[in-house]
């Protein structure tokens, strides 16, 4: 995956900004200019009986920043906010959790439909994701996206399902005629 002289490549870091994903967000656009994502739905709210609609994070407090560790070190100095989403592995180290380039496009291609109806998941929601066709999406606003075409609970028509191992998936409903299966 890295290239062993490459010291601190640029990836797509998993950051948590507890409770503060506006603030990140305002900071990493303006001051560091760092490329970040947030997924990001639609959803109606009412207050003082007055319903309107918010584009809210899908999962509160995850951002994903495109950027070395070192330039995301440097960052925190000045706006502390944010936090690397870490996990243990089998020898006992502690890695940063980040996500394949690939798979981020992908996934930001299908959330940034806010329109659309997409739903997302947790890993061990789509547990049989085996089960679906490798696919990619030939024309349309998704045009080049690939991931798993498969039937989710609770819809009525099979999604495109795209993953981010891990972490979590998102699923979009696409026209059949646009698909193209990968061998």
């Given at each position: 995956m890295v290239n062993p002289e490459e010291k601190d490549p640029v990836r797509w870091y998993v950051m948590r900004a507890y409770k503060q994903e506006k603030k990140a967000e305002e900071c990493l656009a303006s001051e560091a200019g760092l490329p970040y994502f947030i997924a990001k739905k639609y959803v109606v709210r009412e207050y003082h009986g007055v319903k309107s609609k918010h584009l809210v994070p899908v999962i509160p407090g995850m951002v994903f920043v495109h950027a070395?560790?070192?330039?995301?070190?440097?960052?925190?100095?000045?706006?502390?906010?944010?936090?690397?989403?870490?996990?243990?592995?089998?020898?006992?180290?502690?890695?940063?959790?980040?996500?394949?380039?690939?798979?981020?496009?992908?996934?930001?291609?299908?959330?940034?439909?806010?329109?659309?109806?997409?739903?997302?998941?947790?890993?061990?929601?789509?547990?049989?994701?085996?089960?679906?066709a490798r696919v990619r999406i030939l024309g349309g606003e998704l045009d080049g996206v690939c991931g798993v075409f498969m039937r989710v609970k609770g819809k009525r028509n099979k999604r495109l399902v795209v993953v981010l191992d891990g972490i979590m998936a998102a699923a979009t409903e696409v026209q059949p005629e646009l698909i193209e299966v990968i061998e």
């Open positions: 070395s560790r070192a330039a995301i070190v440097d960052f925190k100095r000045g706006c502390n906010m944010l936090q690397f989403v870490t996990w243990k592995t089998r020898e006992g180290r502690i890695e940063y959790l980040w996500v394949p380039e690939g798979q981020m496009e992908n996934f930001i291609r299908v959330a940034e439909q806010y329109d659309a109806d997409t739903a997302y998941f947790r890993p061990d929601e789509i547990a049989n994701l085996e089960a679906g």
